[in-house]
């Protein structure tokens, strides 16, 4: 079992920066992947990011690329999304995600990961 916590949400001004903290505990071993998803209200979850264990290789969603950074912690169980210039429609209940997976496959799917955190809310006011 892998155990996921997410911390850092809030409520923020278009332009502002926040940055999301996720930490990964359990039985984490060998390669693998840490991503971020969000979902808002009546949507369906999507992808924002992910970066792999082994080579620290990422890739973002397009509507985030240029704005938001996905990096590991130490240890590499943890991981962060740094979001700058925030507008209206960042706003989501942001998750951790965790997928046992070699590096050179990218993983954007919500089926493509096996655990999540619990969310944490990121509004940008209006």
């Known amino acids: 079992q892998v155990q996921l916590v997410e911390s850092g949400g809030g409520a923020v001004r278009p332009g502002d920066s926040l940055t999301l903290s996720c930490e990964g505990s359990?039985?984490?071993?060998?390669?693998?992947?840490l991503g971020w998803f969000r979902q808002s209200p009546g949507k369906e979850r999507e992808f924002v990011a992910a970066?792999?264990?082994?080579?620290?290789?990422?890739y973002y969603s397009d509507s985030v690329e240029g704005r938001f950074t996905i990096a590991l912690g130490n240890p590499k169980t943890s991981v962060s999304l740094q979001m700058n210039s925030l507008n209206p429609e960042d706003t989501a209940v942001y998750y951790c995600?965790?997928?046992?997976?070699?590096?050179?496959?990218?993983?954007?799917?919500?089926?493509?990961?096996?655990?999540w955190g619990q969310g944490t809310q990121v509004t940008v006011l209006a």
């Open positions: 359990g039985n984490i071993f060998g390669d693998y992947k």
């Open positions: 995600a965790f997928t046992f997976s070699p590096y050179y496959y990218e993983r954007r799917g919500r089926v493509d990961y096996d655990y």
């Open positions: 970066i792999s264990r082994r080579l620290g290789t990422t």
